[in-house]
């Protein structure tokens, strides 16, 4: 079965401190979809990043990155230079096609990171 | 665009009570799910709509009913209430119920103690 694992559930860093969160999947497709969600203290949930199965570049963003690896069936995500406002639940997620014709999100536990001051 | 909405923000019931939590989405999306979120175990698809007329069940159907009579709104029936449906629910739609590609957009999230 498709499972999502993040196994942190939570980190604490120090501000300016770079960070990884750990993503690891499990599926039988060829052909699949991951992403990344930031849930901050207020709520919400907020998309970050999709990444498609064929595609094995990293990905950055400003001080955010991305290192997808299908050897390892892995989508980790880096914060370099890690400010309080990065303080959250980061979720992963695994999109799975389904037979009737549709597909789901399965998602991992998340993992709760704490920048400190 | 308000993009996905979702009222009552917060919400107490009693053990048995009744409740829908609404859901509205401006975007034309064509999938919506609704989805619970409990401390340690992420996010779980209770029912998903592919359009209007078309519902189906997720991880954790028991206790919940859903219907999509139009293409913006989608809302979630809580028949009798449980204490274990003490959650934080999340709304989600996506423009495409065909594509793996597709990113889900969420609301704000109700949280809902059952008492």
């Known amino acids: 079965a498709q499972k999502v694992t993040q196994a942190q559930t939570e980190i604490s860093v120090v501000e300016k401190e770079d960070v990884t969160l750990d993503c690891v999947y499990e599926t039988r497709d060829t052909t699949y979809y991951l992403f990344w969600y930031k849930q901050p203290p207020s709520g919400e949930l907020v998309f970050l990043i999709r990444r498609n199965s064929f595609d094995e570049q990293n990905e950055i963003s400003g001080r955010y990155s991305w290192n997808f690896q299908k050897s390892t069936s892995s989508f980790n995500f880096t914060i370099t230079a890690s400010q309080v406002v990065d303080s959250a639940v980061y979720f992963c997620a695994l999109s799975e096609a389904l037979p009737s014709g549709t597909y789901k999100y399965i998602f991992g536990t998340g993992t709760r990171l704490k920048v400190l001051a | 665009n308000a993009g996905v909405t979702q009222t009552p923000k917060f919400q107490v019931l009693k053990t048995g009570q009744s409740m829908t939590l609404q859901c509205a989405q401006d975007m034309n999306h064509e999938y919506m799910s609704w989805y619970r979120q409990d401390p340690g175990m992420g996010l779980r698809l209770i029912h998903y709509s592919v359009g209007a007329g078309i519902t189906d069940q997720g991880e954790v159907p028991n206790g919940y009913n859903v219907s999509r009579s139009t293409t913006e709104d989608f809302p979630l029936r809580l028949l009798s209430a449980a204490p274990s449906q003490t959650s934080v629910y999340f709304c989600?739609?996506?423009?495409?119920?065909?594509?793996?590609?597709?990113?889900?957009?969420f609301g704000p999230g109700t949280r809902l103690l059952v008492l």
């Open positions: 989600a739609s996506s423009y495409s119920s065909a594509q793996i590609r597709e990113t889900q957009y």
